[in-house]
């Protein structure tokens, strides 16, 4: 992905690092060559030569880009789960998968962790992305998921005879669960998601305290991704998996949701970060039955709402790492959306503002394991930011208004937001900074 030339100084607005520490009001960020030179307050800020450009934030918000940490690129806002790998030809779904990107970057997520994908269409999606054929977020790819045979994944009937070939590779035992490790390697996924319980939405066979995975399996899964250099993570909702998940080594879980004091002592003991993924539940209640969703799968979700919910605070009180995801791409909960989860968590679940931003940023960038270049707004860190006009701090749910983002910037490039396409003024020209060189 290109990064961009010479210096931009970002000023006048309110610094929110990404950190966690309190806002700086009147703040300056000078990026040199798509890198962060400077993020703190204007005053104490580096010189910048007179050709910089300048971007005037208008006493909004400077921000590190959002992170969606649990993202389906290739789930197209359906409403029947097998629309996912029937409905339309791969082909088809791979321009959806870029329309979605595209989308998800205009709404302030500079990078994203695939969290599924129908084939590895995420895995060129994010090689399209790197080589700036497409806008979207920094990538990481997990291509087709891991299920044991007949578990929640497993949903289209043996009289089909059409097997989950796009979307999961089913195993029984472990040798199979550790070719199918071996067969994402080959297709080039950098997270092996796996499915180690149901959930509410298969209230029959699977639901949230089934187990689709055996220890066995996820053990051999994780033994096999380790080895080669991937990352593995996990559909956790029943106690029992999320234990054998933690036991098994994975390196985050999705969901988290059925949390006891051992699963939680175990969680905190290994620092495994959590993607709770939670909205989607409580959309899927307000917005399901509107959409044929049964009574029993309704309350399963609610069930599955307040086990997570419960289980996020606990987590994050204890100083538990939370990344920010939300399983958009269904009609309940369709791509577009994705901050809609950053405001549940401040209204429903009871975080400050400050840690959901945090959760949305820093956290999201150490779970990519990019904490190093991207997160946070500060010194060395390439130029990921989102500019807002407004307080986001005091109202959350502006990053949810596009139409309020002044700008969305990638390696320093504007690439989407008021400012995406026009030229900014260089100091030089610009007469309200005269005498800003000291
Ligand atoms: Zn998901």
Redesign the pocket.
């Known amino acids: 992905m290109k990064t961009a030339t010479g210096t931009m100084l970002v000023r006048n607005g309110t610094l929110v690092d990404g950190t966690g520490r309190a806002p700086i009001p009147r703040a300056a960020v000078v990026v040199r060559d798509g890198t962060i030179v400077y993020a703190g307050a204007e005053q104490g800020a580096v010189d910048v030569p007179p050709d910089a450009t300048v971007l005037d934030a208008r006493g909004g918000t400077i921000m590190p880009g959002l992170v969606e940490a649990?993202f389906?690129p290739t789930y197209f806002n359906v409403a029947a789960l097998e629309d996912l790998d029937i409905k339309y030809p791969v082909e088809y779904v791979t321009l959806l998968a870029a329309a979605n990107a595209r989308l998800a970057l205009e709404c302030g997520y500079t990078a994203a962790r695939s969290?599924?994908s129908l084939f590895n269409i995420d895995v060129w999606l994010k090689k399209a992305i790197e080589e700036d054929l497409v806008i979207g977020p920094r990538l990481a790819a997990s291509g087709r998921e891991i299920c044991g045979v007949g578990g929640l994944m497993d949903w289209n009937p043996d009289f089909r005879k059409i097997g989950m070939e796009g979307l999961v590779l089913l195993v029984n035992g472990a040798d199979d669960a550790r070719a199918a490790v071996r067969k994402l390697v080959k297709d080039g996924v950098e997270w092996v998601k796996t499915y180690p319980t149901g959930d509410a939405a298969a209230p029959d066979a699977n639901d949230h305290h089934t187990l689709c995975m055996t220890f066995e399996e996820m053990h051999a899964v994780v033994a096999t991704a380790h080895n080669h250099n991937l990352k593995v993570t996990g559909?956790c909702r029943a106690t029992e998996g999320i234990k054998n998940a933690l036991r098994a080594g994975y390196d985050t879980l999705?969901h988290g949701t059925f949390m006891d004091d051992e699963a939680l002592d175990m969680l905190l003991e290994r620092n495994t970060p959590v993607v709770p993924?939670l909205y989607f539940e409580l959309a899927s209640i307000e917005n399901g039955p509107g959409m044929g969703m049964s009574q029993r799968v309704v309350d399963g979700h609610r069930e599955t709402l307040e086990g997570g919910a419960e289980s996020a605070r606990r987590i994050l009180r204890a100083g538990g790492t939370l990344g920010m995801g939300g399983?958009y791409g269904f009609a309940w909960n369709p791509h577009g959306d994705y901050a809609r989860e950053l405001q549940f968590f401040v209204d429903y679940v009871g975080f400050t503002p400050l840690e959901v931003i945090t959760c949305a940023t820093k956290s999201g960038a150490e779970i990519l394991g990019r904490a190093h270049e991207i997160g946070t707004v500060e010194q060395g860190k390439l130029a990921d930011l989102l500019i807002v006009e407004g307080d986001v701090v005091a109202d959350i749910a502006l990053l949810q208004k596009r139409d309020r983002f002044l700008a969305v910037m990638q390696g320093g490039v504007i690439k989407s937001g008021q400012c995406a396409g026009k030229s900014l003024e260089s100091i030089a020209s610009a007469s309200s900074l005269a005498g800003h060189r000291s």
């Open positions: 649990h389906h969290g599924g559909h999705e993924a399983d």
